[in-house]
């Protein structure tokens, strides 16, 4: 089975507050530490444990970003994925969620993939909104937010997780599936995945290879605008107080002072 | 003139959503609203919505919506959008409701703004509010004439009555496509928990990591009752199999906003805070003085939660005898 995963590099969420440039109205990208969506990671370890119960398959990675992407494309190979793709070029910065869709979309379907992987949404733009473009740009069902996934045959069986339980909900293959965040075991890469990661394949794609106009992806397709940033109202601070035996107390007060109790 | 505003309406329970009618009332202030409910209890929930703020309803009360995720529901607002253009498609976020804005924004070309917390038209122009990591909110417009979507964050809204309003309603005689119908939900199972919903509840005790294990959850479960409040958790503990999804508050979880949120062993992760930074007031409880957490509460204790919690718990005991 062709497999393949669409994952995002973004500014280390545990290290940066991803802030947007007043000018350009772009993520900074520049003097902050990228990394591999930690979502992204989930995802591909869900990807990675298919691919080996299926046998006979082969999993590719794939991204759109600036070259700096190919490292979080390297984490992916060194966790096992067997190949990746990265598409960038200068006329897609400032893509919104249908230009990034618009442009996965051509390259997988290049591909002929049996199944896609995202996950159900990035840690940074959290639109949660490129699978489903994705899925309607290539004709094909989607499956969201999957905490398992089970393939027998052409269908691919998952459970969705809701907002009291779950859902088990089938399709038939190919179909784009979105995996939720934390539902799958992490995978450290070793050094002899690193190391082999650097012979694994790697392609690198621009705009013309797909066949895609610029006035359809990047700032000049984007169908959004922002007009401002600014501050949002910061609460008023509150009272920090050191517990010293009394913090029940302390806090039972303040519960009957605003009538909680 | 006034504005066409499409909301789609989910029903729960047979019931309309609350999360669609938080965005039905808001769009009923924007300029003319109309709802869209799709699904077998549809007709039976298509009358009361004029009440909350729909001049028209488009209804299809159809079983199929309910055993096919997404597509039908995408087939039959396409086929509208065809007839009929819209100013705004201003849906509720839910996992449901995203797959199928997603498709229709491919589907029509339609610019897409997600997560919006406020919107308004200034004259022609839709200016859209949407929080920006921490601190930061950021003013968003669809730049061209024609339809836009715009998702709300849950709970930005309030529901809101506008008595005495009828909906017109609109039967849609629409022939579902068979080759639409491929997601199929084979079950659906509930994993029930007790005391009030979560998104319901005025007063809510929530854990995170901090606790240490998980048999010391009841704690927290223990204040949430005292109080009459429901108790929640944090995404680390979620992860971790303490607890099932359902008590997740945060991004990606639920949104709250009681008048009471008790952070206990919370770090205050932003995508935490962006489910809970609502509340009226906040609590929290964290042994490290510089847990972010303590940047929104109103009260913050730099302590040991599991001293706390059960001197707590007999505190508002003994309180309560005395009222
Ligand atoms: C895409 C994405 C989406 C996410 N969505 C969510 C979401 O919806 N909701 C969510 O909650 N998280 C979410 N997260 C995870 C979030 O980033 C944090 O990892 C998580 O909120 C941390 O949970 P925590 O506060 O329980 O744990 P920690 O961050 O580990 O914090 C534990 C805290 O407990 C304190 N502590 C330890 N022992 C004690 C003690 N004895 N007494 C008092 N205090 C103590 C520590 O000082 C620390 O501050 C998301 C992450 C990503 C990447
Ligand atoms: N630029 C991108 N390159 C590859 N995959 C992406 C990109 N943007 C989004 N995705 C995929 O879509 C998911 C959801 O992203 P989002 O819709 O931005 O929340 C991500 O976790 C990825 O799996």
């Given at each position: 089975?062709?497999?393949?995963?669409?994952?995002?590099?973004?500014?280390?969420?545990?290290?940066?507050?991803?802030?947007?440039?007043?000018?350009?109205?772009?993520?900074?990208?520049?003097?902050?530490?990228?990394?591999?969506?930690?979502?992204?990671?989930?995802?591909?370890?869900?990807?990675?444990?298919?691919?080996?119960?299926?046998?006979?398959?082969?999993?590719?990675?794939?991204?759109?970003?600036?070259?700096?992407?190919?490292?979080?494309?390297?984490?992916?190979?060194?966790?096992?994925?067997?190949?990746?793709?990265?598409?960038?070029?200068?006329?897609?910065?400032?893509?919104?969620?249908?230009?990034?869709?618009?442009?996965?979309?051509?390259?997988?379907?290049?591909?002929?993939?049996d199944l896609i992987f995202c996950s159900t949404e990035?840690?940074?733009?959290?639109?949660?909104?490129?699978?489903?473009?994705?899925?309607?740009?290539?004709?094909?069902?989607?499956?969201?937010?999957?905490?398992?996934?089970?393939?027998?045959?052409?269908?691919?069986?998952?459970?969705?997780?809701?907002?009291?339980?779950?859902?088990?909900?089938?399709?038939?293959?190919?179909?784009?599936?979105?995996?939720?965040?934390?539902?799958?075991?992490?995978?450290?890469?070793?050094?002899?995945?690193?190391?082999?990661?650097?012979?694994?394949?790697?392609?690198?794609?621009?705009?013309?290879?797909?066949?895609?106009?610029?006035?359809?992806?990047?700032?000049?397709?984007?169908?959004?605008?922002?007009?401002?940033?600014?501050?949002?109202?910061?609460?008023?601070?509150?009272?920090?107080?050191?517990?010293?035996?009394n913090a029940a107390e302390i806090i039972a007060d303040?519960?009957?002072?605003?009538?909680?109790? | 003139?006034?504005?066409?505003?499409?909301?789609?309406?989910?029903?729960?329970?047979?019931?309309?959503?609350?999360?669609?009618?938080?965005?039905?009332?808001?769009?009923?202030?924007?300029?003319?609203?109309?709802?869209?409910?799709?699904?077998?209890?549809?007709?039976?929930?298509?009358?009361?919505?004029?009440?909350?703020?729909?001049?028209?309803?488009?209804?299809?009360?159809?079983?199929?919506?309910?055993?096919?995720?997404?597509?039908?529901?995408?087939?039959?607002?396409?086929?509208?959008?065809?007839?009929?253009?819209?100013?705004?498609?201003?849906?509720?976020?839910?996992?449901?409701?995203?797959?199928?804005?997603?498709?229709?924004?491919?589907?029509?070309?339609?610019?897409?703004?997600?997560?919006?917390?406020?919107?308004?038209?200034?004259?022609?122009?839709?200016?859209?509010?949407?929080?920006?990591?921490?601190?930061?909110?950021?003013?968003?417009?669809?730049?061209?004439?024609?339809?836009?979507?715009?998702?709300?964050?849950?709970?930005?809204?309030?529901?809101?009555?506008?008595?005495?309003?009828?909906?017109?309603?609109?039967?849609?005689?629409?022939t579902l496509r068979s080759e639409s119908q491929q997601?199929?939900?084979?079950?659906?199972?509930?994993?029930?928990?007790?005391?009030?919903?979560?998104?319901?509840?005025?007063?809510?005790?929530?854990?995170?990591?901090?606790?240490?294990?998980?048999?010391?959850?009841?704690?927290?479960?223990?204040?949430?009752?005292?109080?009459?409040?429901?108790?929640?958790?944090?995404?680390?503990?979620?992860?971790?199999?303490?607890?099932?999804?359902?008590?997740?508050?945060?991004?990606?979880?639920?949104?709250?906003?009681?008048?009471?949120?008790?952070?206990?062993?919370?770090?205050?992760?932003?995508?935490?805070?962006?489910?809970?930074?609502?509340?009226?007031?906040?609590?929290?409880?964290?042994?490290?003085?510089?847990?972010?957490?303590?940047?929104?509460?109103?009260?913050?204790?730099?302590?040991?939660?599991?001293?706390?919690?059960?001197?707590?718990?007999?505190?508002?005991?003994?309180?309560?005898?005395?009222?």
């Open positions: 089975m062709k497999i393949f995963v669409c994952v995002k590099q973004i500014p280390d969420p545990n290290t940066v507050e991803s802030k947007l440039d007043p000018a350009t109205k772009r993520l900074v990208r520049t003097g902050v530490s990228l990394v591999l969506d930690p979502g992204d990671e989930t995802t591909i370890a869900a990807a990675i444990k298919l691919r080996d119960s299926l046998g006979n398959s082969e999993l590719t990675a794939i991204s759109m970003g600036p070259a700096s992407a190919q490292e979080a494309l390297r984490r992916a190979l060194a966790m096992g994925v067997d190949r990746a793709i990265l598409i960038s070029d200068p006329a897609l910065a400032g893509s919104d969620v249908l230009g990034t869709a618009r442009t996965l979309a051509a390259a997988l379907k290049r591909e002929n993939p990035s840690t940074d733009g959290y639109t949660g909104m490129v699978p489903g473009a994705i899925a309607e740009f290539l004709g094909l069902p989607q499956l969201t937010f999957a905490r398992e996934i089970t393939v027998e045959g052409s269908k691919a069986v998952i459970k969705r997780v809701t907002q009291t339980g779950y859902e088990v909900v089938e399709s038939p293959l190919p179909a784009v599936v979105t995996i939720a965040s934390g539902s799958f075991e992490a995978i450290y890469p070793t050094m002899k995945g690193i190391m082999s990661a650097r012979k694994k394949p790697f392609s690198q794609l621009s705009l013309s290879d797909l066949g895609l106009e610029s006035s359809q992806v990047g700032e000049a397709g984007a169908r959004e605008q922002i007009l401002s940033i600014g501050k949002a109202e910061a609460r008023a601070a509150g009272q920090i107080i050191k517990d010293e035996g303040f519960l009957q002072r605003h009538q909680l109790l | 003139m006034a504005k066409t505003i499409w909301v789609l309406v989910e029903i729960e329970d047979g019931r309309p959503a609350r999360s669609s009618l938080e965005v039905l009332s808001k769009a009923a202030h924007l300029g003319r609203a109309e709802a869209i409910v799709l699904g077998s209890a549809a007709a039976t929930v298509a009358p009361s919505l004029g009440e909350f703020g729909a001049e028209k309803v488009y209804v299809h009360a159809d079983p199929t919506y309910d055993t096919y995720l997404t597509l039908p529901a995408v087939d039959t607002i396409s086929d509208l959008l065809q007839r009929q253009q819209p100013d705004l498609l201003l849906f509720p976020t839910t996992y449901d409701v995203r797959d199928i804005a997603a498709r229709l924004s491919a589907r029509h070309n339609l610019g897409l703004i997600t997560d919006a917390t406020d919107l308004r038209y200034e004259g022609e122009h839709l200016e859209v509010t949407v929080p920006w990591g921490g601190e930061n909110v950021v003013v968003a417009t669809h730049p061209y004439q024609g339809t836009g979507i715009v998702l709300a964050r849950p709970k930005a809204f309030s529901v809101e009555r506008f008595e005495g309003r009828q909906a017109e309603i609109e039967q849609l005689s629409v997601m199929k939900i084979l079950d659906r199972v509930e994993v029930q928990s007790d005391g009030p919903a979560l998104e319901d509840a005025s007063i809510i005790v929530s854990g995170g990591r901090g606790l240490g294990k998980p048999e010391n959850y009841h704690l927290v479960e223990e204040l949430a009752t005292v109080l009459g409040g429901a108790p929640g958790a944090t995404r680390a503990i979620v992860d971790a199999g303490w607890l099932p999804y359902s008590y997740q508050i945060g991004q990606t979880g639920k949104t709250v906003k009681p008048t009471l949120y008790i952070a206990c062993g919370i770090s205050g992760a932003i995508q935490h805070l962006a489910g809970m930074k609502g509340s009226k007031y906040i609590i929290a409880i964290n042994k490290d003085e510089h847990a972010p957490i303590f940047s929104v509460a109103d009260l913050g204790i730099v302590g040991d939660v599991l001293t706390i919690l059960p001197q707590l718990i007999e505190e508002v005991k003994r309180r309560k005898a005395q009222l």
